[in-house]
Nanobody, 119 residues
Framework: QVQLVESGGGLVQAGGSLRLSCAAS????????MGWYRQAPGKQRELVAT???????NNADSVKGRFTISRDNAKNTVYLQMNSLKPEDTAIYYC?????????????WGQGTQVTVSS
């Protein structure tokens, strides 16, 4: 079992910055991939960025150059540094952990943290 707890959301003005944190606990493996997704009102949940234990990252085109994902393996924590925020970034941000398994790959989700960017 894995539990994820997000923090760092809030209200900022356009052009501002926020850093989200996600602490994972439980059965964490070096093969697990962690990342961030977001869901805006009336829209599907979408990928923001992912990162492996080895530091390989994947970012959505909409956030490239503005957001940076990082990972502290010793703390089982992933971060999302968000700069140059835009009103369109407003969404609930969810931490995700994908557990690789031959028989039962599993996704775990945090409770979400609200990010609101005012114009």
């Amino acid at each position: 079992q894995v539990q994820l707890v997000e923090s760092g959301g809030g209200l900022v003005q356009a052009g501002g910055s926020l850093r989200l944190s996600c602490a994972a606990s439980g059965s964490i493996s070096s093969r697990d991939v962690m990342g961030w997704y977001r869901q805006a009102p009336g829209k599907q949940r979408e990928l923001v960025a992912t990162i492996t234990t080895g530091g390989n990252t994947n970012n959505a085109d909409s956030v490239k150059g503005r957001f940076t994902i990082s990972r502290d393996n010793a703390k089982n924590t992933v971060y999302l540094q968000m700069n140059s925020l835009k009103p369109e970034d407003t969404a609930i941000y969810y931490c995700n952990l994908h557990k690789v398994s031959f028989f039962r790959p599993t996704d775990y989700w945090g409770q979400g943290t609200q990010v609101t960017v005012s114009s």
